[in-house]
């Protein structure tokens, strides 16, 4: 982007000295940040997720290194071979995990509820209208004090509860022949309800109400929510209607269709993907209940248990059930924390934002609000008191043309230093053990087996056989598209996406592992997701009849 730096970019005469194997963090950077956001992420994610990572002491992933890339964000590791350094990060390891493996109610349980709601609560008070100019960038600030610390939290739970995971997976390695990728596994860690259900609930709700006060025909036959509100507000029961929908909002509203970027509206600005996600419930034909597999999943783990534990000796299973209990937490963690981390955050951060590109555009600096997301906050504190005497347009054009261009292009999943391999990245990210990246965004590199004769070969992420036309999504808006008995076909999905969980018979995700949103909530709805499948998106066509045997990591297409 023409005299656009950031300090953290990627410089491969440099970087592949410290590490050859850099990984695209294809969860969040697809397609690929506007500038602002960039600049956000580089600069304090990496600050509060380096401070988890060091408090927490992995024994074989000293840190996590982060470098900008044609919009995208590129991880790189320091793997630990030192024996001597091993053995006093294993004790720093469990010096860490010990109080929660004790009592984790005590030492974390409600950690992101009060601290962080708190801070939002602050933050949603400030009027960022009426203020002073002054005021509003001290908002800003705090906004960024409250990523800084949000950030820290977020890894800082993810470290809590998916290395006991990965312990637990260890473990039933060791003694019971299984890991996460077998149905008996699978079964000890689902059926747990989280934040994110808990809200589509809400949302699921509003559609049964709609339907009962005979309003969900308007719904369903308007193409935004504008229009729907201007025909819901002519009626009484339209308006009391609209009036729950503002209640959900203000409180649960606070997400935007792309969790980790400033440029779309939240929910609160533009409430059209709220309404679709509600349609979504409405085109359900027999119904649908979050809690229906509650009952046969708590047997099922419950035999799960008994059958795994009966496998492990004696004098260690004291240790696996305490693994266990905070083990069968992280699939809810993995969805709770979106809410309380990045999409309260993020919607409050553009907010923010949004209220200084108004004041810039009024005075015909940039020429939208939304301009101000193509500017650095330096640039944007440089002319913070004179925003009338500086023409920002030509920057700010510049850039918008350079992000088209990256995303046109797109970024590689891998920069690999010559004499490296793909098949290096998963040998890689098993030796370094850290849970995010193996268990998450990543995954394990999948194993094709020349035997099955599959066009795709993935990884397992929630068992099961499905046959169906395939939809492919590339962003929340697509989702729209996606009908009953379709096979979802996407890069990855976000905890936004779960209503259409209830539409689907199975997911073709390009990347992640098995604590990925898409494999945490096809356990739970008992669909078959096949992860890691790497360009899924590009070799499948929507209306394409597609079989996803996720019982074996494998896609098939199917003849007509």
């Known amino acids: 982007m023409k005299n656009l730096q950031f300090y953290i970019d990627f410089d491969p005469e440099l ?3 410290a590490t050859p194997i850099w990984l695209l963090d294809i969860s969040h950077c697809v397609p690929p940040w506007t500038p602002l956001f960039a600049w956000y992420w580089g600069n304090l994610f990496a600050f509060g997720g380096g401070g988890a990572k060091a408090d927490a002491s992995l024994p074989f992933d000293r840190v996590t290194l982060m470098r900008l890339r044609n919009g995208g964000v590129y991880y790189g590791f320091s793997l630990v071979e030192d024996a001597a350094e091993i053995a006093k990060r294993e004790q720093g390891f469990k010096n860490f995990i010990l109080p929660y493996l004790e009592d984790y109610d005590a030492n974390w349980h409600g950690v992101l509820e009060t ?13 960022v ?9 001290e908002h800003v600030e705090d906004c960024f004090r409250v990523t800084r610390r949000m950030s820290y939290l977020h890894v800082l739970g993810m470290y809590i509860t998916w290395l006991p995971y990965m312990l637990l997976e260890y473990m039933c390695k060791q003694f019971a022949n299984i890991d996460d990728t077998h149905p008996t596994f699978l079964k000890l860690v689902t059926g747990f309800d989280n934040k994110i259900f808990q809200v589509d609930k809400k949302l699921l709700e509003l559609a049964k109400d709609a339907r009962a006060r005979g309003v969900d025909a308007c719904l369903m036959e308007c193409e935004s929510a504008p229009a729907a509100f201007a025909t819901l507000e002519q009626t009484d029961v339209g308006r009391q209607w609209l009036d729950s929908l503002w209640t959900f909002l203000r409180e649960d509203g606070w997400r935007m269709p792309r969790r980790a970027e400033f440029i779309e509206p939240t929910w609160i600005e533009d409430q059209t993907p709220a309404i679709e996600m509600i349609k979504m419930y ?3 034909t027999d119904g649908c209940d979050l809690d229906a597999n509650r009952e046969r999943q708590r047997s099922e783990r419950e035999h799960a248990e008994r059958e795994v534990l009966a496998s492990i000796p004696a004098v260690q299973r004291d240790h696996f059930v305490k693994l266990l209990r905070i083990a069968q937490r992280a699939g809810s963690y993995a969805e709770g924390h979106s809410y309380y981390c990045e999409d309260y955050c993020f919607s409050l951060t553009r907010r923010a934002f949004m209220a200084i590109g108004r004041r810039y555009a009024a005075d015909h600096a940039i020429n939208e609000p939304s301009d101000i997301f193509f500017l650095l906050p330096e640039e944007i504190l440089k002319v913070l008191y004179a925003p009338q005497m500086y023409d920002l347009r030509p920057i700010v054009n510049g850039r918008r043309q350079e992000r088209q261009r990256w995303c046109e292009e ?18 890689h990210l098993r030796l370094l053990g850290d849970p995010i990246f193996y268990k998450a965004l990543m995954g394990s590199m999948p194993t094709p087996n020349p035997d099955l004769k599959a066009d795709l070969y993935g990884v397992i992420g929630s068992c099961g056989v499905a046959e169906g036309y395939a939809r492919v999504v590339h962003s929340e808006k697509d989702l729209r598209e996606v009908q009953p008995g379709d096979i979802l076909v996407a890069a990855n999905t976000a905890p936004s996406w779960t209503p259409v969980f209830h539409l689907i ?14 494999a945490v909530v096809g356990r739970e709805f008992g669909i078959p997701v096949v992860l890691n499948v790497l360009d899924g998106t590009r070799k499948i066509r929507s209306g394409q009849k597609v079989r996803v045997d996720a019982n074996l990591g494998a896609v098939f297409f199917l003849e007509e």
Request: charged fraction near 25%.
């Open 15 to 17: 970087d592949f000295q």
């Open 115 to 127: 601290e962080l709601m708190g801070h939002y609560s602050r933050l949603k008070q400030f009027d």
């Open 129 to 137: 209208d009426t203020c002073s100019v002054t005021d509003l960038w």
């Open 282 to 284: 409405l085109k359900q």
């Open 410 to 427: 797109g970024n590689p999943p891998f920069l690999l230093k010559e004499g490296t391999s793909q098949a290096d990245v998963g040998e």
């Open 505 to 518: 018979r199975g997911a073709i995700i390009d990347r992640g592992g098995s604590l990925a949103h898409a």
